[in-house]
């Protein structure tokens, strides 16, 4: 059974630094990109960015290019995410999603979420 | 950046009743598009991808339509637990650029 699990909720201050997890099990974890998707309260989907954790080869949306960092160990199935300093507009829900095959890009398992609070 | 506009942003559709949900992309997206169904408290689902084709264990009740640049999402009879919000999303390019629209919620009437 495909599993995406992803690391519990954060609470943490603005100017922080943060890693967040996602392990995949279940399925070919290098043959597969990954991608990490944004809800912020109330609001709707965004797509972060991708990465292939066969090469670690990594694209960003442009709205966060150069905000977070993707990042993958294939040794341990883990996909990650990570801010060098976060700000109070990072407090959102985050989703690791697996893409369904090269050539498309529809995600068909989803993480259950990582909910993440920047807080003063 | 490719646009993705979905509407009505609220459908109200009683039960039993059909609903028909629009995304519209910005420029041609050829059938590179899904739709997920999202409950509160949950991970989005994938309900159709390739514009029209249902995702594995989805119900004969939910159909995709379109290319190009105009889709549909088309529940044929809503079930109580079809009540929630929809996203399209499409892609382009490989490795992909990925964009969502900003969602339908279908609510009870």
């Known amino acids: 059974e495909v599993q995406l699990a992803q690391s519990g909720a954060e609470v943490k201050k603005p100017g922080e630094s943060l890693k967040i997890s996602c392990k995949g099990s279940?399925?070919?974890?290098?043959?597969?990109?990954i991608g990490w998707v944004r809800q912020m309260p109330g609001k709707g989907l965004e797509w972060m960015g991708i990465?292939?954790?066969?090469?670690?080869?990594?694209r960003y949306s442009p709205s966060f290019q150069g905000q977070v960092t993707i990042s993958a160990d294939k040794s341990i199935t883990t996909a990650y995410l990570q801010w060098s300093s976060l700000k109070a507009s990072d407090t959102a829900m985050y989703y690791c999603?697996?893409?369904?095959?090269?050539?498309?890009?529809?995600?068909?398992?989803w993480g259950q979420g990582t909910l993440v609070t920047v807080s003063s | 950046e490719i646009v993705m506009t979905q509407s009505p942003a609220t459908l109200s559709v009683s039960p039993g009743e059909r609903a028909t949900l629009s995304c519209r992309a910005s420029?041609?997206?050829?059938?590179?598009l899904a739709w997920y169904q999202q409950k509160p408290g949950q991970a989005p689902r994938l309900l159709i991808y390739g514009a029209s084709t249902r995702a594995t264990g989805i119900p004969a009740r939910f159909s995709g339509s379109g290319s190009g640049t105009e889709f549909t999402l088309t529940i044929s009879s809503l079930q109580s637990e079809d009540f929630a919000v929809y996203y399209c999303?499409?892609?382009?390019?490989?490795?992909?650029?990925?964009?969502f629209g900003g969602g339908t919620k279908v609510e009870i009437k």
């Open positions: 999603a697996k893409i369904t095959a090269a050539g498309s890009a529809w995600f068909d398992y």
């Open positions: 999303q499409q892609f382009n390019n490989w490795p992909p650029a990925v964009t």
């Open positions: 990465i292939y954790p066969g090469d670690s080869d990594t």
């Open positions: 279940g399925y070919s974890f290098t043959s597969y990109w």
């Open positions: 420029q041609s997206v050829s059938s590179n």
